[in-house]
Structure formats: structure tokens, C-alpha cells
């Protein structure tokens, strides 16, 4: 398979041209910003991430992948945007810290690297790919057996409509009109599904949620938006 047949380009586009902004946490990022300490919560508290080997698929700007080097871990973090990828290693002489970015897809890197990672994250990445169900396999092929790995992505219903692109884009304006394509969400059967089908096996299915009075997200049961799945690669 070409190295970046799984890619929209202009999917891509939107974020290398909004990149210089990622670590602004008033921007566009800010909600990546905000969701950040809950996701590392949610993902140490599953397998501690200190001293660990972690994959950060569709790393970005890497707000992720330096959140989980701050936790010990020994972290890689692979996209397809350069921009996004020249700000994350730009941030690095601020932030000190130390992760390996390289430009490349998930589908490539499996074909160079396979079973080489702990741990391997893809976090609100999916939903911006023309095929996720290679993305998944290309993670579990990339993972060890035994090793777990981290999905998050929006879930495909009227209310997930209402409050991701109507709500966040529209209303809020939490997020730039067009970054979601409503088409592209997948529900969490249809993740599950691909998993399965890839050899990974289903740990945690919780839900993320938006408060707009309070402006806070918080993890729960209501899955209908926003959700996180964790796997592990049977050994
Ligand atoms: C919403 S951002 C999420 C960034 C990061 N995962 C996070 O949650 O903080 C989506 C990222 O996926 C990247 N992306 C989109 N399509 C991709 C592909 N086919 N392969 C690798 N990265 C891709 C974009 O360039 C962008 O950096």
C-alpha cells in the first residue's frame, strides 16, 4: 500500500494551516488542551505510562505526546502534517522534553516498526481518515502483543450532530466551522468491529462530555458524542 493512500489531504491541510497556533491554549487546540489531563488520567490509569515505550498516532502539534513523556515514558509520535510535526519539535526547546517525531502514516511506520510499542495512542484522529479501519490495523499491527491500545474519536447519532459540529462549531465556536465531516464519525460498534477484526480485544468503552456552563469536560457513561475505547493486543 502507498505509504499515504489512508490520508485526505485537505483534512490534513486544516491542520498544518492552523499549526502555529496548537500550543496557544485560547486557540483552536483549546479543547485538545482541556481534555488532555483527562486523557492521560484515563490511559495511566490503565497501564502506567512511565517507563514505557508509546506510539502517538496522528501525534499533531503533540500535546499528547509530551504529556505522556512527562510521565516517563519514552514516546514517538508520527502525522502526516509537516507543520503540525515542525511545531511539535519546535516545542520541545520549551517544554525540555523529549519525544521522536517523524512524518510518516500509521500504515508505513507498521511496515517498518511492527510490534515495537508498549502502548500506541490515536486520539481524535480517525474521524479525519478515509479508511480508519487500516488505522486500526496498522496500530495493532505497531503495539506488542499484550500491549494496549488507546482510541478517541465522536460518535455518529442526531445529538453526536447537535453538539459536535452544530454546538461546538457553530454556536460555541469552540472549534473553526469544517473541522468535522459528520460522514466521517464512527459509531462504537463500528470501532469495536474494526478492533476485533484486527486482533485487539475491547478493555474500557467511557464517554466524554462537554459542559457549556460550566466549560468543563469531564469522563462518564454517555458515550453519545465524544468517547474513548481502550484495547490490548491479545498475546
Ligand atoms: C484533531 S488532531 C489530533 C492531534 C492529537 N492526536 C491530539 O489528540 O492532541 C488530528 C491529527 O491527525 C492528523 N492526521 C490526519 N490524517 C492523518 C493520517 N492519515 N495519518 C497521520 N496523521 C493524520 C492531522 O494532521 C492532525 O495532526
Keep these: 500500500m502507498n505509504a499515504h493512500a489512508n490520508s485526505d489531504p485537505a483534512e490534513v491541510r486544516k491542520f498544518s494551516d492552523l499549526a502555529h497556533r496548537w500550543w496557544d491554549p485560547t486557540s483552536e487546540f483549546r479543547p485538545l488542551h482541556e481534555i488532555n489531563p483527562l486523557r492521560l488520567d484515563w490511559i495511566d490509569g490503565q497501564t ?3 517507563g514505557k515505550t508509546v506510539l502517538d498516532v496522528g501525534c499533531g502539534g503533540g500535546i499528547l505526546s509530551e504529556g505522556m513523556a512527562a510521565r516517563g515514558a519514552s514516546v514517538t509520535g508520527i502525522d502526516l502534517s509537516e507543520k503540525a510535526l515542525g511545531v511539535a519539535r519546535l516545542h520541545l526547546f520549551e517544554s ?4 521522536d517525531y517523524h512524518l510518516t502514516s500509521a500504515e508505513a511506520f507498521a511496515a517498518e516498526r511492527p510490534a515495537q510499542f508498549d502502548v500506541v495512542t490515536c486520539m481524535e484522529m480517525l474521524e479525519h481518515v478515509p479508511d480508519p479501519a487500516s488505522t486500526v490495523v496498522a496500530c495493532a499491527r505497531l503495539v506488542k502483543p499484550g500491549g494496549m491500545v488507546f482510541f478517541s474519536t465522536l ?3 442526531p445529538k453526536s450532530y447537535l453538539f459536535a459540529i452544530i454546538g461546538a462549531e457553530y454556536v460555541l465556536n469552540l472549534l473553526p466551522r469544517g473541522t468535522h465531516d459528520y460522514a466521517k464519525f ?7 468491529r474494526h478492533t476485533r477484526e484486527a486482533g485487539l480485544e475491547t478493555r474500557t468503552l467511557t464517554g466524554m462530555s462537554y459542559n457549556p456552563f460550566s466549560k468543563t469536560y469531564s469522563l462518564g457513561r454517555d458515550t453519545d458524542v465524544n468517547y474513548l475505547l481502550s484495547t490490548a493486543r491479545l498475546a
Design 186 to 192: 464512527i459509531k462504537p460498534s463500528e470501532l469495536a
Design 48 to 50: 502506567p505510562l512511565a
Design 155 to 157: 460518535n455518529r447519532n
Design 96 to 99: 525540555g522534553l523529549k519525544v
